[in-house]
T-cell receptor, first 110, second 114 residues
Framework: GEQVEQLPSILRVQEGSSASINCSYE??????FPWYKQEPGENPKLIID?????ERKQIQELIVLLDKKAKRFSLHITDTQPGDSAMYFC?????????FGAGTKLTIKP | DAGVTQTPRHEVAEKGQTIILKCEPV?????LFWYRQTKIQGLELLSY????????DGGAFKDRFKAEMLNSSFSTLKIQPTEPKDSAVYLC????????????FGPGTRLTVL
């Protein structure tokens, strides 16, 4: 089955700087790549996603990049704020099945 | 607009007990997923239903974990017998169709097995 590797597992950045999380996948049939944010005590919620017909997508301060050839995708959060502190999960989906990465704990330092 | 509901929110069980977790998906969603969340393993898929049919039974979890979807608006996850290593948060999620659409997660059930 699909395997998704997510790095780093822990990330600390200064408020106002950028944060980047990287994921890689194995199954070339994967065509949908969502990102979920989970705040402490809350359930994961979709924040941005990208499909295989795109290479880049931006929603406000969130940017996702997809490199299908390298089977890698990444999330970049620009101008980080304290509210960005949370767990982030990437995922890869194809043929209806979805596989999640292990998660990145992002902490924004004031 | 009701999201995914899960009960109970917390469960404490003795080793060897049987526990049943419950989930109600978003109305109109065809697909339902059960996940186990731990700090080490992250989100692990336990079961996946499409229109009440079991599509994925989570391989390594087969022996003591059994998910059922009795109707389109209700699912259960039975763990029998429980072991201390089953202590985790169990999340239920639903989507319109499969993994290629947004998954709506429930609040989870935190299970502690003593």
């Amino acid at each position: 089955g699909e395997q998704v590797e997510q790095l780093p597992s822990i990330l600390r950045v200064q408020e106002g700087s950028s944060a980047s999380i990287n994921c890689s996948y194995e199954d070339s049939a994967s065509n949908y790549f969502p990102w979920y944010k989970q705040e402490p005590g809350e359930n994961p919620k979709l924040i941005i996603d990208i499909r295989s017909n795109m290479e880049r997508k931006q929603i406000q301060e969130l940017i996702v990049l997809l490199d299908k050839k390298a089977k890698r995708f990444s999330l970049h959060i620009t101008d980080t704020q304290p509210g960005d502190s949370a767990m982030y999960f990437c995922a890869a989906s194809g043929n209806e099945k979805i596989t999640f990465g292990a998660g990145t704990k992002l902490t924004i330092k004031p | 607009d009701a999201g995914v509901t899960q009960t109970p929110r917390h469960e404490v069980a003795e080793k060897g007990q049987t526990i049943i977790l419950k989930c109600e998906p978003v109305s109109g969603h065809n697909d339902l997923f059960w996940y186990r969340q731990t700090k080490i393993q992250g989100l692990e898929l336990l079961s996946y239903f499409r229109s009440k049919s079991l599509m994925e039974d989570g391989g390594a979890f087969k022996d003591r974990f059994k998910a059922e979807m009795l109707n389109s608006s209700f699912s259960t996850l039975k763990i029998q017998p429980t072991e201390p290593k089953d202590s985790a948060v169990y999340l239920c999620a639903s989507s319109l169709r499969g993994g290629s659409y947004e998954q709506y997660f429930g609040p989870g059930t935190r299970l502690t097995v003593l």
